[in-house]
């Protein structure tokens, strides 16, 4: 009758301190992870770090697009925290007060999920520039042990393990910070924990450069346009007749209406340009709908996976039941090599030209843009300019004026678009494809570290030491 079950036995002193009694922490997954760590003169987490947690006090309403970074559990989805695309920000003032100091954030810090469907998503702050996070973030501060190891561990498998483990409750679930004296962190060389660390920081740099490259590829594009060092007006009125206002646009919100917006789009249209409905083929994906997402399934991606530098995992997926009623369309949805994904809805005009067939498909916030004359535009070119503030201040202009930002699908379909010199569109197409490279190199750098702290204990640290040397000579050479 017990052929299939899985069973273990625990001894009343070797319960958890809060004495838990539920059977998947106990399970032999997680037993057998503690045995490995046991060989490896492991320490509690906390005899490495100081534990605390983010910002508690409401300061919503002084949320903005500028000022110092606030960052909250969405933004942890990079493994560096400047990575983070669009966090929210505060103003200096707001966060120099007194019960802001607990939460600024400081190099070397390491950020860790602490609720909700996302816990044990970590960032590392790599940089000393002012930040600061909410209180659903723990902030891990080293004190015996480089930080860049200690958030390879945390992210490897075996930290993963035990920061699940510990997740409480049953609708929203918490990783509370007493809790965090029961993660082990095994107890490391200097030779490994040098290794790592530079592994770490080649990959930052390696980031930075490819970041510098798209800079070179957004100068060259606004350099032809005639709006590198263009300065937006500020001024506050703009008289225009019923004709020229509404009974064009069909719009009545002043803001529609700034100089600004109108300068970047005369701009463009002072040189060779065309409208995005006769550049690509615009195709609409679909919205399942909350009932059918599931754990393990179709992968479901939203405006949340996407951005300018690449893909996440997505944090939702369909169902089987779904994906069997509905084959024959979500075949046709999957987004092929070659496509544009862009982003009309929360948040707007975000451009990614994939590389790759993607295997699932995307929400109706994301738009399917495939290019019609490749020999006419570039798709690398057409993604650049479509992030770029030529485009991104159009977007501003049609999508604002609403809490949730929706742009709308025929406003998207006249968005101007400046056509430069091919050459010159090859020009930022190899810069860009040296700026993913270059990305693509860093992402495989922390790959290698990850997986050597993995190594370090399940065979041994000359292994893994082994490892990191031969990993990075043959993506060297």
């Known amino acids: ?4 079950l899985e069973i273990t036995e625990i001894n009343l002193s070797g319960l958890e301190r809060t004495l838990r009694i539920d059977s998947d922490f106990y399970g032999r997954k997680n037993l057998n992870v503690l045995k490995l760590i046991a060989k490896n003169k492991p320490k509690p987490l906390t005899d490495f770090v100081r534990v605390s947690d983010g910002n508690h006090a409401s300061i919503s309403n002084y949320y903005s697009r500028e000022g110092v970074p606030y960052y909250r559990g969405g933004d942890i989805y990079n493994f560096y ?24 954030l400081r190099k070397g810090d390491v950020l860790i999920s602490i609720v909700g469907a996302i816990i044990g998503n970590l960032s590392l702050v790599k940089t000393d520039a002012k930040a600061t996070c909410s209180c659903k973030l723990a902030i891990l501060r080293p004190k015996t042990i480089q930080p860049e190891l200690l958030a390879m561990f945390l992210q490897s498998k075996f930290g993963q393990n035990q920061v699940q483990k510990f997740r409480r409750g049953t609708g929203q679930t918490g990783l509370i910070l007493e809790d965090f004296d029961q993660l082990l962190i095994p107890t490391y ?21 490819s970041k510098q490259t798209y800079s070179q590829a957004e100068n060259l594009l606004l350099e032809e ?20 206002s509404f009974g064009t646009s069909g719009r009545l919100d002043a803001e529609y209406y700034q100089k600004k917006y109108e300068q970047v789009v005369e701009k463009v249209k002072s040189k060779t340009y065309d409208t995005l409905a006769n550049i690509v083929d615009i195709k609409k994906s679909i919205e399942p709908g909350s009932k059918h997402y599931v754990e393990d399934g179709l992968p479901f991606m939203r405006v949340a996976d ?14 089987q039941s779904f994906v069997q009623a509905n084959t024959d369309k979500i075949e046709g949805l999957k987004p092929k ?10 948040s707007v005009g975000i451009a990614y030209h994939l590389r790759q067939d993607y295997e699932g498909i995307t929400s109706g ?46 406003e998207i379909a006249n968005v101007v678009v400046p056509i430069i010199d091919y050459t010159k569109q090859q020009q930022i197409a190899d810069l860009i494809e040296q700026s993913f490279s270059l990305k693509k190199q860093s992402e495989h750098l922390l790959d290698v570290a990850k997986r050597a702290v993995e190594i370090a204990i399940e065979d041994n640290e000359q292994v893994a030491l082994d490892y990191i040397q031969h990993e990075v000579a043959a993506y060297e050479s």
Do not use: C
């Open 81 to 104: 925290i400047e990575q983070s695309p669009s966090p929210l920000r505060i103003p200096e003032s707001i966060y120099n007060i007194g019960t802001m100091k607990r939460s600024h």
């Open 306 to 319: 996407l951005s300018k530098n690449g893909l996440s995992t997505p944090q939702k997926f369909l169902s």
């Open 189 to 209: 060389s200097d030779d490994i924990s040098l290794a790592i660390t530079k592994a770490v920081s080649d990959a930052f740099t390696l980031l930075e450069q």
């Open 365 to 410: 916030a994301i738009l399917h843009l495939t290019i019609q004359d490749k020999t006419q535009v570039i798709p690398e070119y057409l993604t650049l300019v479509l992030n770029s503030k030529v485009v991104q201040m159009q977007a501003e202009r049609d999508a604002g004026g609403s809490i949730i930002l929706h742009w709308r699908s025929s």
């Open 1 to 4: 009758m017990l052929e299939g």
């Open 225 to 244: 346009v005639g709006l590198q060092d263009f300065e937006p007006s500020q001024e506050p009125v703009n008289i225009k007749s019923f004709k020229d």
């Open 337 to 346: 090599k070659g496509t544009i994904l862009f982003s009309k809805d929360a």
